[in-house]
């Protein structure tokens, strides 16, 4: 039996943005074990329902995280309208699947460019964040920021997009898309990728399902499950399936997320098509009783938003489960097995945002 | 004109932050915004950095994290805090968890403000602190010719 | 939207509940406490590979004692955890107990403690107007005019 040594990894570490702390059990270079330590972002933002009020709330929720900041908002604004019975017009729904697709765009480019980081690919890393400010250019003319945008409302959007600017945003995601092509090419067939990502961190259809892993995570492993297929906004016209692997490894996810991403061009390309004409908000009246859970599917996986209100205009309750949480088992469940040096890439492979895990 | 023997380099932490403006700063350094044809890299060891760019503001858990990075780090040294959340809490500074700005663990010298803060204010900000730097070195007298 | 359906459940049971649902193609998506100045419940949902979903809503107190499904489901370990830290809920039998170390909060049990919203007393409005109504027909009170010549007091003299 080899001899045990305990290294830490992070809070601060030089791959990861976000601080995460786990204590790695190395046997020789084999990791026996991980215990996690999480917290370091724990804010608590869930109690500040006492102190802001319903319409406020919105903005804090909008801001557990930085990269999942548009579907966080939509489903805070979705949770309250299902509570209070409010019906919001077509045009509002067609204009948060488009956001939310978008963000789903951005955010898988996101991760892509940090994936490649960690196995040291730079230059792949530099393209993909390159093609990625064509995506926030979108963002800051129809919404007026980059990362924080704050259109959604109780009641539909705050801001409008005209007929002329999503023609033209229909052709500069032709572009997008054309200049995704060669970078794909790269995660999906270049032979050093290959190496270091084909039969790592398997995960089987079994315990994908029984463990609670949500979202890529569990589609690369051949369980075909999408929060979107429920048809929340806009998604009941839309056409599209649930993108699915069968390998389970770190290869798989990939190509689940690079697939992913045509797929949102494509139910972009569809919104822009069949978008209605109209208005975007409807006055709201009163104040929210009862509760609701509503399902979103977020880039990283399902989200779930639990509100209850309680007749006054400060909310009793509202809760956010991220996917993140419920990946965190999983992960605890890949690590055993490798070697140190493939340990930022099963981190990243479940796509971890922890700020949205801790609030 | 800088006096400063090499380009200045950055170690990043992020302290309970949303992430909005970690992926900024992340965004300084790749292509449209580029920071790295000035020579400023993100390293990620503390000990060969002069500038510590904080973005989140300060939880329980955070505190011995972010003064143990300060006290790594060799002098003539700048922080430089990003986002309003660094700066005094942000939105969450009624939160429970949360003690307020970067600045009451360690001392701050110059404050990005934006919520999340854009890419030009967070060159601006590191440029100003270029120049805090150099007042520092220029203090401990070693201006390097 | 349908309103939501939420089964009740007891303590005894909730484990028995979990292994049932369990062996009909469920598995555990998430479970959340709520506390509010009239009542505190657990919610469990379990979800099935169509999406459809089953909540069952169990009554509960803080320092209560609640026993662990995560024999049943390891996915409800965190939740668990979570829980207990924040409400100060007692699971019994978890399968990874973090001792209260998984957010280690500088308030103890933040969310045990819930506010009362603070009422305000509508002011009636007849009763208000009524205080501050100008009674036109009533001529202005005469008051002393100013004399500008005659010097302030306390003045030299």
Redesign the interface.
């Known amino acids: 039996m080899g001899e045990r040594t305990i290294i830490p990894f992070g809070?601060?570490?030089?791959?990861l943005?976000?601080?995460l702390h786990l204590d790695l059990i190395l046997e020789d270079e084999k990791i026996v074990g991980a215990v996690p330590?999480?917290?370091?972002?724990?804010?608590?933002?869930?109690?500040?329902v006492?102190?802001r009020d319903f319409q406020e709330m919105a903005?804090?929720i909008e801001?557990?995280?930085?990269?999942c900041?548009f579907i966080h908002g939509q489903g805070y604004v979705q949770t309250i309208e299902?509570v209070m019975g409010v019906e919001i017009p077509e045009r509002a729904k067609y204009l948060r699947s488009f956001w939310g697709e978008l963000s789903r765009v951005h955010s898988h480019l996101?991760w892509l460019?940090l994936m490649a980081d960690a196995f040291g690919f730079e230059s792949l890393?530099?393209?993909c964040?390159?093609v990625r400010?064509k995506v926030l250019d979108i963002f800051e003319e129809t919404t007026g920021?980059?990362?924080?945008f704050s259109v959604c409302k109780v009641g539909g959007l705050w801001k409008n997009v005209d007929g002329d600017t999503l023609r033209r945003i229909g052709g500069v995601l032709k572009d997008v898309d054309k200049d995704i092509r060669p970078l794909a090419d790269v995660f999906m067939r270049d032979y050093t990728v290959q190496k270091r990502c084909v039969g790592l961190g398997v995960l089987t259809k079994e315990e994908a399902?029984?463990?609670?892993a949500v979202g890529p995570m569990l589609r690369a492993s051949g369980?075909a499950?999408d929060?979107r297929?429920?048809g929340y906004a806009a998604y009941g016209n839309l056409e599209f399936e649930p993108v699915t692997e069968n390998a389970g490894d770190c290869q798989a996810r990939i190509a689940v997320r690079v697939r992913e991403i045509y797929q949102a061009l494509d139910i972009m390309r569809q919104c822009i098509e069949k978008m209605p004409g109209g208005e975007v908000a409807t006055t709201v009246k009163g104040n929210p009783q009862?509760?609701?859970?509503s399902?979103l599917e977020q880039p990283r996986g399902e989200a779930?938003y639990?509100g209850?209100g309680?007749g006054?205009k400060?909310l009793?309750?509202f809760?956010v489960?991220t996917p993140t949480?419920?990946n965190?088992?999983p992960l605890l469940h890949i690590i055993p097995g490798c070697d140190l040096a493939d340990v930022p890439l099963l981190a990243l492979t479940i796509d971890p945002?922890i700020?949205c895990t801790?609030r | 004109m800088s006096f400063l023997p090499k380009s200045p380099w950055l170690v990043h932490y992020d302290a309970s932050s949303c992430n909005g403006c970690d992926i900024e700063v992340l965004a300084c350094l790749t292509p449209v915004y580029d920071v790295e044809r000035f020579g400023v890299l993100n390293i990620g060891n503390p000990k060969h950095a002069d500038i510590f760019v904080v973005t989140g503001s300060v939880n329980e858990q955070n505190k011995a994290v972010i003064k143990n990075i300060y006290d790594q780090m060799a002098e003539p040294k700048v922080v430089v805090a990003i986002g309003a959340c660094a700066t005094s809490g942000g939105v969450f500074r009624e939160c429970y968890n949360v003690s307020g700005g970067v600045d009451t663990v360690i001392p701050v010298d110059v404050y990005v403000p934006g919520c999340a803060a854009r890419p030009e204010a967070i060159i601006d900000g590191v440029v100003l602190g270029l120049g805090v730097l150099e007042a520092k070195y220029g203090e401990k007298g070693k201006v390097a010719s | 939207m349908d309103p939501q359906v939420f089964f009740p459940a007891v303590k005894t049971e909730v484990v028995e509940i979990a292994q049932r649902n369990k062996a009909l193609g469920y598995r555990f998506a998430q479970m959340h406490c709520v506390k509010t100045p009239s009542e505190m419940f657990i919610i469990y949902t379990f979800e099935k590979l169509d999406l459809s979903i089953e909540q069952y809503r169990l009554p509960a107190e803080t320092d209560g004692a609640v026993p662990s499904v995560s024999g049943v489901f390891l996915a409800a370990v965190l939740y668990e955890n979570e829980i207990s830290e924040l409400y100060g809920v007692e699971f019994t039998g978890l399968a990874l107990d973090f001792a209260g170390t998984l957010y280690e909060t500088a308030k103890p049990r933040a969310f045990a403690e819930v506010a009362t919203p603070v009422k305000k007393t509508p002011v009636k409005k007849a009763a208000a107007a009524e205080k501050t109504k100008v009674d036109l027909k009533k001529p202005a009170e005469e008051k002393a005019p100013i004399n500008l010549k005659k010097p302030a007091d306390g003045g030299g003299n």
Not at chain 1, 37 to 48: A, D, N, T
Not at chain 1, 63 to 67: A, L, M, Q, S, Y
Not at chain 1, 290 to 293: A, C, D
């Open positions: 809070p601060q570490h030089p791959v943005p976000e601080p330590s999480i917290g370091f972002i724990h804010r608590g933002l869930e109690k500040l006492e102190k903005f804090v801001r557990i995280c930085g990269i900041s299902a996101l460019g890393f530099m393209h964040w390159r400010e920021g980059r990362v924080i399902f029984q463990l609670g369980v499950m929060a297929k429920l009862g509760e609701y859970l399902r779930v639990y209850k309680n006054t400060y009793d309750r809760r489960r949480f419920a965190l088992i945002c700020s801790e």
